[in-house]
């Protein structure tokens, strides 16, 4: 079974910034498309951004021009640098594919305060 760590998560102020990590056990370059995806407090889990194995990304209207997503098949490794967080982005944070998805990990906990 493919083991999943997101890490990077913290408390920040608002306007502030974080970069998240996510390692997996298998194989980058056998991926596809991977994904960052979250879930706020009482909401259901919901897509961040996308990227393929040739580095195209795509996000959701609420994060785009403020995060980026990137990847490094040699480390098996994701990452998603957060710029001007907002109190909204609080949210535990996941990696997964975008297909044939992983069991998912316990993700990383980010809170945004005004």
């Known amino acids: 079974q493919v083991q999943v760590v997101e890490s990077g998560g913290g408390l920040v102020q608002a306007g502030g910034s974080l970069r998240l990590s996510c390692a997996a056990s298998e194989n980058f370059f056998n991926i596809n498309a991977m994904a960052w995806y979250r879930q706020g407090p009482g909401k259901q889990r919901e897509l961040v951004a996308t990227i393929t194995n040739t580095g195209f990304t795509n996000y959701a209207a609420f994060v785009k021009g403020r995060f980026t997503f990137s990847r490094d098949n040699t480390k098996s490794t994701l990452y998603l640098q957060m710029n001007n967080l907002k109190p909204e982005d609080t949210a535990v944070y996941y990696c997964?594919?975008?297909?044939?998805?992983?069991?998912w990990g316990q993700g990383t906990r980010v809170t945004v305060s005004s």
């Open positions: 997964n594919r975008c297909h044939n998805k992983w069991p």
